[in-house]
């Protein structure tokens, strides 16, 4: 066997056994990353995400996907804009469906909404008092079922501590590396 044979396969083994050890460092690099850029997005651009609870928007948005919402001026929402609002019969729970009809005429915003995979339009008219309303930019599907967890205070907190620690080591890594 030729000498750069033999030198080729040592270094493919070489590789392949350093590739299970490094698997854990990539995929925290990854998620510090993901955890980064939605703090980015969501201080400096705004973006706010709210998960899909029913299938009221299907085949739009599937249960289980979570919406990313910008905020845009009360009074710039239009029919086909798709809204995440405050469930008027339920306090504290939003729900997303699209604008149907917008009334101006009386100052405060006043929107009909439905949902895409129901029959009937929403029944109550609801009247915008906020300056903004978050509109959907898009989803990502199955991310809004993590994002339920995050619901409760203990797995919120956990939820945080691991991405935070997710950056650290991430970070100690590339620190490391670099060496």
């Given at each position: ?60 948005f599937d249960p289980g996907a979570l919406l990313a919402t910008r905020p845009i001026d009360a009074r710039s929402v239009e029919v086909g804009d798709v809204v995440v609002l405050p469930r008027p019969d339920a306090p504290g729970e939003r729900f997303a469906h699209r604008v149907v009809e917008v009334d101006l005429s009386r100052g ?72």
């Amino acid at each position: 066997m030729p000498a750069a044979h033999a030198a080729t396969r040592s270094t493919a083994a070489r590789t392949s056994s350093r590739l299970p050890r490094r698997l854990p460092g990539a995929v925290l690099a990854v998620l510090a990353l993901a955890a980064v850029a939605c703090a980015v997005l969501v201080v400096g651009f705004r973006v706010g995400f709210a998960p899909v609870l029913s299938p009221s928007m299907s085949p739009a948005f599937d249960p289980g996907a979570l919406l990313a919402t910008r905020p845009i001026d009360a009074r710039s929402v239009e029919v086909g804009d798709v809204v995440v609002l405050p469930r008027p019969d339920a306090p504290g729970e939003r729900f997303a469906h699209r604008v149907v009809e917008v009334d101006l005429s009386r100052g405060e915003p006043l929107l009909r909404t439905k949902g895409d995979n129901n029959t009937d339009v929403d029944p109550q008219r609801l009247r915008i008092t906020s300056a903004t309303v978050p509109v959907v930019l898009g989803d990502v599907p199955w991310i809004g079922r993590v994002a339920l967890l995050g619901r409760h205070a203990p797995v919120e907190v956990a939820l945080i501590a691991f991405a935070g620690l997710c950056v650290l080591v991430a970070a100690k890594r590339a620190l490391r590396d670099r060496r």
